[in-house]
T-cell receptor, first 110, second 117 residues
Framework: DQQVKQNSPSLSVQEGRISILNCDYT??????FLWYKKYPAEGPTFLIS?????DKNEDGRFTVFLNKSAKHLSLHIVPSQPGDSAVYFC?????????FGTGTSLTVIP | DTAVSQTPKYLVTQMGNDKSIKCEQN?????MYWYKQDSKKFLKIMFS???????INETVPNRFSPKSPDKAHLNLHINSLELGDSAVYFC????????????????FGAGSRLTVL
């Protein structure tokens, strides 16, 4: 039973444009949402998080938006760069338990 | 100065064998985890230890046994390996935050790819 879903397995974007990665969840008790980035043969690395009491969090080129009524969050990367090409995992946390989506593979085309 | 290191990175073995994957973290975190990423790329928690005590034990066959000799180490031993155990196993650590004090961020190792033939 997947509580966190990323329905787009892949996304291609031109360099300089905006990348939007989406994530849906089912459990309204989640209190934090996180995005991780993963390069091949490496472990996921933390990118950005958002508390369930916020609707937006920004860190440089990365912004996460949370829509609690729709149980949906998205990660915006602007402008996209070739080095952003990686797999992005959405995760949700009710404390020290984490539920991950299956990832979206982003390719930024130079 | 790797934060979370796990060995071996690759492991190829025959069905029925017993194998171990080791994990060490030098971040001073109090909680360590094992995650399994299967062929569908689904990252699923297996175990979590907080200060050497087991706190999360998901529905995992009892052929999998974690061992935490101290809070910087969490090893995973697998008995009687089966084909379905083939996956990438990720170790992770975190410093658990009090609720409302911020996100509990995991730091992952690079993964150990297990192939069972």
């Amino acid at each position: 039973d997947q509580q966190v879903k990323q329905n787009s397995p892949s996304l291609s974007v031109q360099e300089g444009r905006i990348s939007i990665l989406n994530c849906d969840y089912t459990n309204s008790m989640f209190d934090y949402f996180l995005w991780y980035k993963k390069y091949p043969a490496e472990g996921p690395t933390f990118l950005i998080s958002i508390s369930s009491i916020k609707d937006k969090n920004e860190d440089g080129r990365f912004t996460v938006f949370l829509n609690k009524s729709a149980k949906h969050l998205s990660l915006h990367i602007v402008p996209s760069q070739p080095g952003d090409s990686a797999v992005y995992f959405c995760a949700a946390s009710p404390g020290n338990q984490f539920y991950f989506g299956t990832g979206t593979s982003l390719t930024v085309i130079p | 100065d790797t934060a979370v290191s796990q060995t071996p990175k690759y492991l190829v073995t025959q069905m029925g064998n017993d194998k171990s994957i080791k994990c060490e973290q030098n971040l001073g975190h109090d909680t360590m985890y094992w995650y399994k990423q299967d062929s569908k790329k689904f990252l699923k928690i297996m175990f979590s230890y907080n200060n050497k005590e087991l706190i999360i034990n998901e529905t995992v066959p009892n052929r999998f046994s974690p061992k935490s000799p101290d809070k910087a180490h969490l090893n995973l031993h697998i008995n009687s390996l089966e084909l379905g155990d083939s996956a990438v196993y990720f170790c992770a650590s975190s410093q658990v935050q009090n609720r409302g004090s911020g996100a509990n961020v995991l730091t992952f190792g690079a993964g150990s790819r297990l192939t069972v033939l």
